[in-house]
């Protein structure tokens, strides 16, 4: 079939086997580009299949050599109709690790369950014996608690006041004000349900408690926390109350896993365009203005180089790994420049729908976003007739 991209708001409904396919070789090829990292051999991906989480896939086997297991909640295609991008992402993954010989398994499905949790701790029993590395990255709005029953919904809102700023369809290019207003308690406590630090935690133990973690093991979850320009709707907001607690949550982990001498992380890294992103108001407008900035300054960074800077120069140094005062890893430092962050606000108060164009990013915002489904990558023909029904080779 011929496959273009069908949008619904800020979603879009298609994706593209052979985009997605072109996006995860890209991403390889960087990280093979920029020589072997001394890392993880044996790693357990929690949300795999897009955003940081494919990353650290793919920098743990490309990069490290390493087996991965990846978990992932995604659709898979039926006669007709696309694969959701993950699906896609996961099936080239898998294909070209298993090119070069590299262990790779996947698992589909809710990855807050017991269900899943059981199915992932046999598959390591049976095929790798332990992990080394745990990444956490789970990205989803809602959550069904497997102890409680109780599902959970996140809400984006600020706490104590009604926010209002400028933010931009970056479809349109409309420039507007938005306010959103303030949430109650019950909003936080399950935005802290979903988006914060227990279900990591129960990962952790189970996987503890079934002796899969090997020596020294190391998790990872990846946080945000921006600046000021979208503190009132992210960071002080309920997403940011959540990410309190995920940052609280490595602490009580590290100290369960002392025994092992292993250590439990948070890295906060940069603004980048992702399905979650682009429903932010604010947010877009910010990463426009930031890649334009960036990107004049050199130092732009999209997923991969994100992680693969990560891995190679903060976690697998041979050294102590640097956190902040809070004991975070800050792959961010770039984005958090003094000087990029002024030249962001400098432009943020004359960013207007004529001036966009000039001030910002906005073309690269919606590549990157495009490119999320696949469409909208160099060398790919969208006029061309093009097989959905994709299989991912290792899906257990």
């Known amino acids: 079939m011929i496959i273009e991209p069908r949008m619904r708001g800020f979603i879009c409904l298609t994706s593209h ?28 991906v929690i949300g795999a299949s897009t955003g940081f989480g494919l990353a650290s896939r793919i920098t743990s086997a490309f990069g490290s050599k390493a087996a991965t297991i990846g978990v992932f909640f995604e659709k898979p295609s039926t006669e007709g109709k696309p694969a959701s991008p993950g699906w896609y992402n996961s099936a080239a993954f898998e294909k070209y690790a298993h090119q070069e010989g590299l262990y790779a398994k996947s698992i589909n499905g809710d990855a807050f369950s017991n269900e899943i949790k059981q199915k992932t701790i046999d598959l390591i029993k049976q095929d790798l014996g332990q992990v080394d590395l745990v990444i956490y990255s789970l990205a989803s709005p809602v959550r069904t608690n497997p102890n409680t029953g109780i599902t959970h919904k996140s809400v984006l809102k600020p706490i104590g006041g009604t926010f209002t700023n400028k933010t ?16 109650n308690e019950e909003d936080i406590e399950n935005t ?16 503890k408690k079934e002796n899969l973690l090997a020596q020294n093991a190391m998790t990872i979850a990846y946080s945000y926390i921006g600046p000021s320009l ?17 940052e609280a949550t490595a602490f009580k982990i590290t100290e369960k896993l ?3 001498g292993g250590s439990a992380f948070v890295s906060v890294n940069k ?13 877009p407008l910010y990463i426009s203005l930031l890649y334009k900035t960036m990107k004049e300054a ?12 990560l891995f190679k120069d903060r976690l697998y140094t041979g050294s102590n790994i640097p956190v902040d005062e809070k004991g975070r890893i800050r792959i961010d430092d770039w984005e958090m420049r003094e000087d990029i962050q002024a030249k962001v606000a400098e432009l ?39 097989n959905e029904m994709v299989q991912i080779p290792g899906l257990v």
């Open 17 to 44: 086997p052979e985009g997605c396919d072109k996006n995860v070789l890209t991403q390889i090829n960087y990280t093979k580009s920029k020589g072997e990292i001394n890392g993880p051999k044996k790693v357990l």
């Open 168 to 183: 931009v369809d970056f479809h349109t290019g409309i420039v507007s004000n938005i306010s959103i207003e303030p949430c």
């Open 192 to 207: 802290i349900a979903v988006m914060g630090g227990e279900d990591w935690d129960m990962w952790i133990d189970v996987l």
């Open 230 to 246: 979208t503190e009132a709707v992210y960071r002080k907001g309920t997403i940011g109350r959540a990410k309190d607690d995920l």
């Open 258 to 260: 002392k025994d092992l």
């Open 271 to 283: 603004a980048l365009v992702t399905q979650a992103s682009s429903a932010i108001p604010v947010i």
């Open 298 to 309: 050199g130092i732009h960074e999209g997923c991969i180089e994100q992680i693969q800077r």
């Open 348 to 386: 943020w108060t004359v960013a207007t729908t004529e001036s966009l164009s000039q001030l910002g990013d906005l073309d690269g915002y919606k590549s990157d976003f495009y490119n999320l489904f696949g469409f909208k990558v160099p060398n790919v023909n969208y006029e061309q007739d093009v």
